[in-house]
């Protein structure tokens, strides 16, 4: 699985109407053992929580693209830029690796049982 063609892709399709629109940006990270990871990137037009960040855009990677279809679950880290504690340089060049939250989402609910 070619991770930086699937970010490009997802630069295209997704990201940019997410960035320009919502204030909200994600990459993909990796992809192993059926569990996807997200960097998220919340901007000041993003009003919804952490919870309900992780488990919009992990649902829109899972359904967006084939590679990903057959995930278990997915796991987000997200910088929230409305904290105050990030400069937005950093980011911008890929300097930050503290995040403000992580979340975890399973796609089937019956896995647990």
Known sequence: MDIEK???????ETDLYYRISMGLSSRLLRYENGI????????RKWK??????????????????PEL?????????????NTGKH???????????????????LFSKNYLN
Do not use: M, P
């Open 6 to 12: 699937i970010n490009r892709r997802h630069l295209v």
């Open 36 to 43: 996807f990871h997200l960097e998220v990137t919340i901007g």
């Open 48 to 65: 919804k929580s952490h919870k309900a960040t992780a488990s919009e855009i992990s649902h829109i990677w899972k359904t967006g693209y």
């Open 69 to 81: 279809t057959q995930a278990l679950g997915c796991k987000v880290f997200i910088i929230d830029l």
């Open 87 to 105: 400069n937005a340089e950093l980011i911008k060049a890929g300097k930050c690796t503290n995040y403000d939250s992580c979340k975890g989402i």
